[in-house]
């Protein structure tokens, strides 16, 4: 807890702020109680309490961070947006300061943007090797489709970063298309839309594949044009990258379909997806095997898995006493081969494309994870939380 003598105000946000970095963080939460401030900071996806501002400091605070984030400290009724950058260890860090009126106060949420945590190799993000091989044959293609899917944080657009730096080279154009930019990536051309201005991602598109482009990144299939346009544009030559929202790869093919894209469109562009989340990996300084419960032998049995040793950790000075320490993917890729083309044009329902997926050798999303938690990566419980 910290009070108004204790520390200046400007010297506790900058603390908290290089702390927040030093840990990770993706986030930082100032929340407006009775008594005072909570602050708390988001890592590896998961919300830790780390500080108690007292009441006497707490309108400070907030205004210290509404002036360094260029928002006006006198309008607290509405909700407010905000950013600045800094230099900490030697590297630029951008922040994104949200305001929002509460009873006690103004909320603040502080995402923090640390471009070299960003830029990570494809080997990083979790991979096993033959799915690794998969996924870079169908990035080595010179057309094609392919899309990213999975809930908000599952760390889609990582994934994308990773596959741009796996493809750059000095002989491909690649542009991309965001909303908005959250990281800038040296050797690359990252426009942003801007829907107010009638600059939206089906129009930015358009413009985009005027500019040359070998390899097309677009944030997000939102909507029919946007998703027609980049289909076509997989057909005229170019390898075209992208997010959507499903729950899996295979309920990617009739998402397109509900859009109102053709089955022959589908057929003929797309060539993959990568359905994926994001699960915190255990401490490997403090993890230690152990026999599974009955409870967790019988949530394998439900699988057909018959794992004699589970993982967890009891936390150390590494991990903060957490138990975890970073994240890491859990994948699904579904290839688009012949005979599922063929099944395409005949407006198959969902059961028909998972079991063709299924024939062809995708393994899903629970299979990826169960052998993560096999070689102790993670535990069986983050792996339910995560996918089941």
């Known amino acids: 807890m910290v009070g108004n003598n204790q520390i200046s105000v400007v010297a506790l946000v900058d603390r908290i702020i290089r702390e927040a970095v030093r840990r990770g963080a993706s986030d930082i939460h100032l929340e407006?109680?009775?008594?005072?401030?909570r602050i708390r900071f988001r890592v590896d996806g998961a919300l830790q309490d780390h500080q108690f501002v007292e009441h006497a400091s707490m309108a400070q605070f907030i205004s210290r961070i509404k002036v360094i984030g260029h928002i006006d400290i006198a309008e607290n009724r509405i909700p407010h947006d905000g950013k600045?950058?800094?230099?900490?260890?030697?590297?630029?860090?951008?922040?994104?300061?949200?305001?929002?009126?509460?009873?006690y106060g103004e909320k603040v949420v502080i995402r923090i943007l640390d471009r070299s945590r960003t830029m990570i190799a494809l080997e990083s993000l979790g991979f096993f090797n033959s799915m690794m091989q998969q996924f870079k044959d169908l990035l080595c293609n010179p057309s094609g489709f392919f899309l990213v899917t999975g809930p908000?944080?599952?760390?889609?657009?990582?994934t994308l970063y990773a596959a741009l730096s796996h493809l750059h080279s000095p002989e491909k154009n690649i542009i991309t298309l965001e909303d908005p930019v959250e990281y800038h990536v040296t050797g690359i051309t990252q426009g942003h839309i801007h829907p107010a201005a009638g600059f939206s991602f089906g129009r930015g598109l358009r413009a985009l594949l005027r500019q040359d482009p070998d390899i097309?990144?677009?944030?997000?299939?939102?909507?029919h044009?946007?998703?027609?346009?980049?289909?076509?544009?997989?057909?005229?030559?170019?390898?075209?990258?992208?997010?959507?929202?499903?729950?899996?790869a295979p309920s990617v093919i009739i998402r397109l379909m509900d859009m109102g894209i053709e089955p022959f469109l589908i057929n003929a562009a797309l060539s993959g997806?990568?359905?994926q989340r994001l699960a915190r990996k255990l401490c490997q300084h403090c993890r230690y095997q152990r026999i599974p419960t009955d409870q967790e032998k019988f949530i394998l049995g439900k699988y057909q898995q018959e794992i004699v040793q589970v993982y967890e950790a009891k936390g150390c000075d590494r991990c903060y006493n957490l138990g975890y320490a970073g994240r890491v993917g859990i994948f699904e890729l579904l290839v688009v081969t012949p005979v599922l083309r063929d099944l395409i044009v005949q407006q198959?329902?969902?059961?028909?494309?998972?079991?063709?997926?299924?024939?062809?050798?995708?393994l899903s999303l629970i299979t990826d994870g169960l052998e993560k938690v096999k070689n102790g990566l993670i535990s069986l419980q983050e792996l339910i939380k995560v996918v089941a």
């Open 348 to 362: 198959p329902n969902i059961d028909q494309i998972q079991a063709q997926a299924r024939a062809d050798g995708m």
């Open 152 to 158: 908000t944080g599952s760390g889609k657009t990582t």
């Open 32 to 37: 407006p109680t009775e008594t005072g401030l």
């Open 84 to 103: 600045f950058s800094l230099m900490l260890d030697n590297r630029s860090i951008d922040f994104r300061v949200s305001t929002f009126p509460t009873l």
């Open 273 to 275: 997806v990568l359905s």
């Open 216 to 223: 097309v990144m677009v944030g997000e299939v939102r909507d």
């Open 225 to 248: 044009e946007t998703a027609n346009i980049a289909l076509e544009a997989a057909l005229t030559g170019h390898l075209v990258l992208s997010t959507i929202h499903t729950t899996d």
